[in-house]
């Protein structure tokens, strides 16, 4: 059984930091893409970060400068170090992992940076 697991969320005031894992279980983990989205309420779920199974990143204009995504294949995780927080930041952050036809979702952890 494949499971994403995120955790990490949390609420924070403005200029905090907060660091998210994805923990990946039931897949052999190094060779998805993994990216990091997020929703905030009534808008759609954006891409906010996301990194390849090389180690190629990629960051929305948004969030350059400030968060850090990484991986390690021997836990199975993938972090997004999240810097200089902002009410905007706010949502729900989800963890996709995907390779070819295959693709996962984790259920989400809340991020609430206050002002």
């Known amino acids: 059984q494949v499971q994403l697991v995120e955790s990490g969320g949390g609420l924070v005031q403005a200029g905090g930091s907060l660091r998210l894992s994805c923990a990946a279980s039931?897949?052999?983990?190094?060779?998805?893409?993994v990216g990091w989205y997020r929703q905030a309420p009534g808008k759609q779920r954006d891409l906010v970060a996301s990194?390849?199974?090389?180690?190629?990143?990629y960051y929305a204009d948004s969030v350059k400068g400030r968060f850090t995504i990484s991986r390690d294949n021997a836990k199975n995780t993938v972090y997004l170090q999240m810097d200089s927080l902002k009410p905007e930041d706010t949502a729900v952050y989800y963890c996709?992992?995907?390779?070819?036809?295959?693709?996962?979702w984790g259920q989400g952890t809340q991020v609430t940076v206050s002002s």
């Open positions: 039931g897949i052999r983990f190094s060779i998805y893409a």
């Open positions: 996709n992992a995907h390779v070819a036809m295959y693709n996962y």
């Open positions: 990194i390849t199974s090389a180690g190629s990143t």
